[in-house]
């Protein structure tokens, strides 16, 4: 663990982040696999690397790491055994607090033997590092991180529809035969039934936690807004009026969170252009206000900003503070209405859900490992340099090259890494 691993892991794509985090941890703290549960990663809240520890296939579940987090503080860390998958093995877990939800990494060891000091702090620091490094983006709303984000939610939201109906019914089917009175061994039927009411119940907690990472209430997002924008205004002597989302206004509607990061991303680059890329006259003596406001419809959010200024704006001064195109991956829309010696208005609009259309966001069609392959085709990389980095086969990097160039309809690899590049991909 040293400042060039440090650099590494932020100069990594996203993807690679846990994969380089293992490898700075591995000297130091020897380990079979690792695992992450934080709500502000772009790609998936919860991601795991390494060697399963029980089930096959299973390194760990959402349901093992949050069982964890009581046990921690907002920032430190946890040794002890833990059961992973099924298994009871040896574990550090890790928060950082740069997060509101706070980010928890999970080691899981290959000896029991506590781990000292002197590698706990740099173990936390690297931790915190990451943390910061996926917060900045998320706050920024960087184009490629929200495109990653929308395939990877969708997959995982449709991952948990199927998984959840296959195991409702099974459950279902079981609560029925076992609740029959005509069946013998009344002991045995008890404890069925028990079994099943508990898997019902660890199935639902796992789906709300999972809501609870990928989705956040409205109001709550827009205090978070008018928090930074109080600190952005309080000493400019421009005076800010608010108009959260009320009842009526969807405050109580749970939003998925890239639509949330975008939304203050693109208001708070909206104030900044409207403070700074207007040319207010020398005899200007008038107050100066923002007016900010939100509403949530049926299909999208809505959020106004509107100022009293001298109604000079320009859509060249929002598209230089990437406005368009940090609405771009999720289909959103602004509108500019300036009138000089009165004020401008920018109503922007994100719609709640992915868009159908694939020339307005054509990552969302590709899976977790086809964006992490077309990440490397961007860069020039060859199949067998892909089948080494992600370690799998050739055979399966051809496989997944052609689903990502059907899915994408393109024809070629260049075609394919242009796209990867227009919209993040390849950063």
């Known amino acids: 663990m040293n400042l060039m691993a440090a650099v590494q892991l932020i100069q990594a794509p996203l993807s690679e982040n846990l994969s380089r985090l293992s490898a700075a941890l591995a000297e130091a703290i020897p380990h079979r696999a690792i695992a992450q549960l934080s709500g502000n990663c772009a790609y998936s809240p919860y991601l795991t690397h390494g060697e399963p520890s029980g089930r096959p296939h299973s390194v760990a579940t959402a349901a093992d790491l949050a069982a964890l987090r009581p046990l921690l503080p907002a920032r430190g860390n946890w040794q002890g055994r833990a059961r992973m998958a099924g298994v009871d093995v040896p574990v550090l877990a890790l928060t950082s607090d740069i997060t509101e939800q706070g980010a928890l990494l999970v080691v899981i060891r290959t000896e029991d033997t506590p781990v000292p000091e002197e590698h706990l702090t740099p173990a936390q620091l ?7 490094h996926r917060e900045g983006l998320r706050s920024e709303a960087l184009p490629g991180s929200l495109a990653a984000s929308r395939a990877a939610a969708a997959a995982r939201a449709a991952a948990i529809a199927e998984l959840g109906d296959a195991h409702g019914a099974a459950l279902t089917a079981l609560l029925g035969v076992l609740r029959d009175r005509d069946l013998d061994d009344s002991n045995a039927r008890t404890r069925a039934v028990d079994l099943a009411v508990s898997a019902h119940a660890e199935l639902r907690s796992r789906a709300e936690l999972d ?24 000493t400019r002597g421009v005076r800010l009026e608010l108009s959260p989302p009320g009842a009526k206004e969807g405050a109580d509607r749970q939003l998925p969170t890239d639509v949330t990061h975008t939304a203050l991303a693109v208001v708070r680059a909206t104030v900044h252009a409207s403070l700074e890329d207007q040319v207010h006259g020398p005899d200007d003596d008038a107050e100066h206000r923002i007016h900010v406001g939100w509403k949530v419809g049926t299909d999208e959010l809505r959020a106004t900003v509107r100022d009293n200024g001298p109604g000079t704006l320009s859509r060249s001064a929002l598209d230089a503070r990437r406005v368009t195109e940090r609405l771009a991956p999720l289909g959103g829309r602004l509108d500019l209405d300036a009138v000089p010696g009165w004020g401008t208005t920018v109503t922007l609009e994100i719609p709640l859900a992915s868009s159908n259309t694939p020339r307005q966001d054509p990552l969302t069609a590709l899976g977790g490992r086809e964006l992490e392959v077309l990440g490397q085709l961007a860069r020039g990389r060859r ?19 052609a689903k990502v160039l059907g899915k994408l309809g393109v024809s070629s690899r260049g075609e394919a890494a242009a796209l990867a590049h227009e ?4 950063a």
């Open 423 to 426: 919209w993040g991909a390849g």
């Open 383 to 401: 199949n067998r340099d892909i089948a080494q980095d992600l370690r799998i086969s050739e055979s399966t990097v051809k496989f997944h090259v």
């Open 211 to 234: 809501q609870s990472l990928a989705e956040e209430r409205a109001g709550d997002a827009f205090e978070r807004l008018a928090v930074s924008l109080r600190r952005i205004l309080h």
């Open 126 to 132: 690297m931790w915190d590092l990451v943390t910061a």
